[in-house]
T-cell receptor, first 116, second 110 residues
Framework: GAVVSQHPSWVICKSGTSVKIECRSL??????MFWYRQFPKQSLMLMAT?????????EQGVEKDKFLINHASLTLSTLTVTSAHPEDSSFYIC????????????FGPGTRLTVL | RKEVEQDPGPFNVPEGATVAFNCTYS??????FFWYRQDCRKEPKLLMS???SGNEDGRFTAQLNRASQYISLLIRDSKLSDSATYLC???????????FGTGTKLQVIP
C-alpha cells in the first residue's frame, strides 16, 4: 500500500507556457501533500505544504503566484508552474502523508521539467 | 548552522564492508527522524524510521543520540545494490514540516 503517482513523468515546454503536474495517492487518503523541488546534486527543497480544502502553505522564497497548488480532494493535488522559465527546470516531487502514520511521507516518482 | 547536516561523501566501500553515516540536527526539539534512500534520478524511498531505542532491519541499523543531536545509519555486509544516496530526514518544525539533509552518497565497489 501507500502508492503515490505523478503525471506527467517528464515534460518539455517552451518558455512562457504553464505546466500542470498531478500528484495522486492511489490506495489511501492523504491528509497532507507536499511539493518538493530538487536541482541536480542537491537535496529536496520543500516548496509548499498542501491540505485538502485549504490554501497551501508556501516556504519562504517560493512565489505562490508562480507555483499554484490546488488540493481538490484527499487523493489529488496539482502544482501548476505558471509562465515557466529555463531556471524553473528541475525535478518536482510530491509526497503524501497517510493518516495515522505520523510524519512518514510517501513519494511520487517525480516529474522532470525542462523549459527551453 | 544548517538544520540538518550530512557528509556528502562519496563513501566508496568494497562489497561486504560495513559502513556508517551520521547526520546532525540543530533543533533539540526535533521529534521524528528517518533515513530515506534515493537512487539517481528517482524519488526518495523510506528506508527506516529512527526510534529512541534504535531500530534494526536486516543489515541496516539506525540509532538516535539526542544528547549529541545526531542520528546514524549502519550498513553491514554492503551489497552493490546498496549504492545510492542516503537522505537523513528530521521533523524540525512541528507536525507539518520535515527537513531533508543533502544526502550521503554511497558507492559499493565489487
Amino acid at each position: 500500500g501507500a502508492v503515490v503517482s505523478q503525471h506527467p513523468s517528464w515534460v518539455i515546454c517552451k518558455s512562457g507556457t504553464s505546466v500542470k503536474i498531478e500528484c495522486r495517492s492511489l490506495d489511501f487518503q492523504a491528509t497532507t501533500m507536499f511539493w518538493y523541488r530538487q536541482f541536480p546534486k542537491q537535496s529536496l527543497m520543500l516548496m509548499a505544504t498542501s491540505n485538502e480544502g485549504s490554501k497551501a502553505t508556501y516556504e519562504q522564497g517560493v512565489e505562490k503566484d508562480k507555483f499554484l497548488i490546488n488540493h481538490a480532494s484527499l487523493t489529488l493535488s496539482t502544482l501548476t508552474v505558471t509562465s515557466a522559465h529555463p531556471e524553473d527546470s528541475s525535478f518536482y516531487i510530491c509526497s503524501a502523508r497517510r493518516q495515522g502514520e505520523g510524519d512518514t511521507q510517501y513519494f511520487g516518482p517525480g516529474t522532470r521539467l525542462t523549459v527551453l | 548552522r544548517k538544520e540538518v547536516e550530512q557528509d556528502p561523501g562519496p563513501f566508496n566501500v568494497p562489497e561486504g564492508a560495513t559502513v556508517a553515516f551520521n547526520c546532525t540536527y540543530s533543533n533539540s526539539a526535533s521529534q521524528s527522524f528517518f533515513w530515506y534512500r534515493q537512487d539517481c534520478r528517482k524519488e526518495p524511498k523510506l528506508l527506516m524510521s529512527v526510534y529512541s531505542s534504535g531500530n534494526e532491519d536486516g543489515r541496516f541499523t539506525a540509532q538516535l543520540n539526542r544528547a549529541s543531536q545526531y542520528i546514524s545509519l549502519l550498513i553491514r555486509d554492503s551489497k552493490l545494490s546498496d549504492s545510492a544516496t542516503y537522505l537523513c530526514v528530521v521533523n524540525s518544525g512541528g507536525y507539518q514540516k520535515v527537513t531533508f539533509g543533502t544526502g550521503t552518497k554511497l558507492q559499493v565497489i565489487p
